[in-house]
């Protein structure tokens, strides 16, 4: 199985730009979510998903999207690119349930000139 | 802001010797989790602990949770090169009966490198 693919891998943006990054999960997993990491920051959580359809803030949304159209698919979407976007997104999958471990893509890095 | 606080930020170790990580958190919490990230990778998940455990192994590793000092660590034991990576307390802090949705909390990490 693939898990978790993110793509692209690098994106170098202008400010201003908008663009989308794509996450895909082939585990079927019912919940899904977006991260930043940043130097010293450890890993933030942006937006997540329980669901087709249902989509939830996290600890720093603004200046991003999403929706969940499918069960596998959860893209996030910067509306209109910031320096301060500069970092490094996760897309992670799990399952239903109280206990159970967080499946990571292996990342996307994002700067913004 | 950051749930966890981990200690240290950077350890340095030969091959062979045992590593410890710590973390503090300052909620209550569903679990405690662990994870591993290569250079350049996405985190893999290593152990979870739950609330009403104190003590949890999986292979070389060994976690520990003290929910009163509200504080876990981390230990590997007989560390290979291979181990060489940063690690990162997650915390859910679901509260009992509820859902996380997968919502996880993360300390800021420590950088392990083991020398051969």
């Known amino acids: 199985n693939a898990g978790v693919t993110q793509t692209p891998k690098f994106q170098v943006l202008k400010t201003g730009q908008s663009m989308t990054l794509q996450c895909a999960q082939d585990?079927?997993?019912?919940?899904m979510s977006w991260y930043r990491q940043d130097p010293g920051m450890g890993l933030r959580l942006i937006h997540y998903?329980?669901?087709?359809?249902?989509?939830d803030q996290g600890e720093v949304p603004n200046g991003y999207n999403v929706s969940r159209s499918t069960t596998e698919d959860f893209p996030l979407r910067l509306l209109s690119a910031a320096p301060s976007q500069t970092s490094v997104y996760f897309c992670?999958?799990?399952?239903?349930?109280?206990?159970?471990?967080?499946?990571f893509g292996n990342g996307t890095r994002l700067t913004v000139t | 802001s950051q749930q966890g606080e981990e200690d240290p930020q950077a350890l340095s170790i030969q091959e062979g010797e045992n590593a410890t990580m710590n973390c503090s958190y300052k909620?209550?919490?569903?679990?405690l989790q662990w994870y591993r990230q290569n250079s350049g990778r996405g985190l893999v998940h290593l152990i979870l602990?739950?609330?009403?455990?104190r003590e949890k192994h999986s292979g070389r590793l060994r976690v520990t949770l003290d929910t009163s000092k509200k504080s876990s660590s981390l230990l590997i034991t007989a560390s290979r090169a291979a181990d060489t990576a940063s690690y990162f307390c997650?915390?859910?802090?679901?509260?009992?009966?509820?859902?996380?949705?997968?919502?996880?909390?993360f300390g800021q990490g420590t950088i392990l490198t083991v020398h051969p």
């Open positions: 992670a999958s799990s399952r239903r349930g109280r206990y159970s471990p967080l499946h």
């Open positions: 585990m079927n997993h019912e919940y």
């Open positions: 998903s329980v669901g087709a359809g249902i989509t």
């Open positions: 909620t209550s919490i569903n679990n």
């Open positions: 602990i739950r609330s009403n455990e």
């Open positions: 997650a915390t859910d802090a679901t509260l009992a009966g509820g859902t996380s949705y997968g919502k996880l909390t």
